[in-house]
Nanobody, 123 residues
Framework: QVQLVESGGGLVQAGDSLRLSCAASGRSFSMYAMAWFRQAPGKEREFVAAINRSGGRTAYADSVKGRFTISRDNAKNTVYLLMNSLKPEDTAVYYC????????????????WGQGTQVTVSS
């Protein structure tokens, strides 16, 4: 069992940066691939970024590639999402997820989810 708690969201202006954190409780954090998804009002949840168990492999949605960076610190049981050059279309609730497999862009492949953190980007 893994519990995930996101933090770091907020209201920022276009062009600003934010760093989201996701703290995991329980053992074996390093055995999980981790990902960030987001859901905007009226839209389906979409993949943002993922990182494998060791942190050596990452994947990004085309919409955030070059602006967002996912990383993890297995000693701290934490995964991060650094978001630069934020745009109004990045406004959404951001969710952290854990999978007992390799990284994947499909949300149903993830076993555990956090409660989400709101990111709002004003123009």
């Amino acid at each position: 069992q893994v519990q995930l708690v996101e933090s770091g969201g907020g209201l920022v202006q276009a062009g600003d940066s934010l760093r989201l954190s996701c703290a995991a409780s329980g053992r074996s954090f390093s055995m999980y691939a981790m990902a960030w998804f987001r859901q905007a009002p009226g839209k389906e949840r979409e993949f943002v970024a993922a990182i494998n168990r060791s942190g050596g492999r990452t994947a990004y949605a085309d919409s955030v590639k070059g602006r967002f960076t996912i990383s993890r610190d297995n000693a701290k049981n934490t995964v991060y999402l650094l978001m630069n050059s934020l745009k109004p279309e990045d406004t959404a609730v951001y969710y952290c997820a854990a999978a007992w497999t390799t990284i994947d862009v499909i949300s149903t492949r993830y076993d555990y989810w956090g409660q989400g953190t709101q990111v709002t980007v004003s123009s």
